[in-house]
Structure formats: C-alpha cells, structure tokens
C-alpha cells in the first residue's frame, strides 16, 4: 500500500508560482510512474505531468509545458510540481497519483492522494 499526501496549494495572482508537494510512504513493486492530475469544477481530471521514477523521464501535457516542472527527491520519497507563470485556467484541485506506466508517457494510477486546492485569480 502507499499513502499520498500533497501540500503547498494555495492562491495566487497570474503570472504567480507555487510549488506543490507530495509525500509518499508505503512500498508498491508495481509502481514505475507518479503524476500529477488536476480537476476543475465541472470538467474531468486530467494528467498534468508525470515521471517515470527510475529513469527520471518525464512528460508533460501540452498545457502546462515550459511552465511546470516534475521532480522527484528519492532521499525524502517527495514529488514535486513548481508551477511558475501561473494562469487563472489554471484553478483546479491537484492531485498526486502513483501507478503503472503506459506507452507514451502516460501514467495509469493505482493509488490517489486527497489533492491540494490552487486558485489563481487574474
């Protein structure tokens, strides 16, 4: 079983950054990827960013790309998402997921944190 716990949500105006956390505990074999996932109201959760921890991959979906950056820090079982250049489309709950990994840089959850709320206002 892992456990998922993200922090660092937050307000901020556009142009603004945060930088979301997740810790991990727990141990899985199967797991060869971790994402990032957001939802907005009334919209379906979609994949943001996701890393294959071994080989230290990662992808990003068009969106978010040259603004957001993945990493890792095995030393503390710590995902990270720095968002800079923030925009109000944006505002969305975020959540960290760790799972299989598929063909194309694609991430298939198994195991879900509660998410962290980031609202951007313009």
């Known amino acids: 079983q892992v456990q998922l716990v993200e922090s660092g949500g937050g307000s901020v105006q556009a142009g603004g950054s945060l930088r979301l956390s997740c810790a991990a505990s727990g141990y899985d074999y199967t797991t060869s990827c971790m994402a990032w996932f957001r939802q907005a109201p009334g919209n379906e959760r979609e994949g943001v960013a996701v890393?294959?921890?071994?080989?230290?991959?990662?992808f990003y979906a068009d969106s978010v790309k040259g603004r957001f950056t993945v990493s890792q820090d095995n030393a503390k079982n710590t995902l990270y998402l720095q968002m800079n250049s923030l925009r109000p489309e944006d505002t969305a709950m975020y959540y960290c997921a760790s799972g299989r990994a598929l063909y194309g840089g694609r991430c298939s959850p198994t195991y879900w944190g509660q998410g962290t709320q980031v609202t951007v206002s313009s």
């Open positions: 890393i294959y921890p071994r080989a230290g991959s990662t």
